[in-house]
């Protein structure tokens, strides 16, 4: 493997323009994104995006739903898991599996490509500017790529030394 280093940026937002010229306001951006994709911004649509701004790291879709529910007491579970995986397919939200925390989200970092070193411990998460997409790899039947992921599941230094 070439001279490659995991990036140590958790991903943090800026109020830094992008080079589409929009700051990344995460709120903003995931709004963007919801409209873009023809959803109807409501005020629980507003909500769900700043659950996602307000919070570092992950959130499981418990998580999600026990905030939304201060807000809209009437809102089900159902529509909350709903909305998370719609956000997740358009690129506004990352969805990990934890092996003992299951499912969770966290905001996307939309400014460039990368992929993730994640802490089972801790769920600290590392950019990790490798891809290895990059290399020429055979797919079988003129297969074609629209997206794709790649995390690297392991223990972080801070976790190794306690």
Request: glycine share 6%; charged share 25%; proline share 4%.
């Amino acid at each position: 493997m070439s001279e490659q280093h995991a990036h140590a940026h958790p991903h943090e937002h800026s109020d830094k323009a992008d080079s589409g010229g929009n700051t990344q306001d995460p709120v903003k951006q995931m709004v963007q994104v919801m409209s873009n994709n023809g959803w109807r911004i409501t005020d629980q649509r507003r909500e769900l995006a700043e659950i996602f701004a307000r919070t570092e790291g992950y959130l499981s879709p418990k998580d999600v739903y026990d905030q939304m529910t201060v807000a809209y007491p009437s809102v089900s579970f159902d529509t909350v898991y709903r909305n998370l995986r719609l956000l997740s397919e358009m690129g506004a939200l990352e969805q990990f599996y934890f092996m003992e925390g299951g499912l969770k989200f966290r905001t996307s970092c939309l400014s460039h490509h990368h992929h993730h070193l994640i802490c089972i411990n801790c769920e600290k998460t590392l950019t990790f500017e490798y891809c290895p997409m990059e290399q020429s790899i055979e797919l079988p039947g003129s297969f074609k790529i629209i997206n794709h992921r790649f995390e690297v599941y392991g223990v972080c230094e801070t976790c190794q030394k306690e």
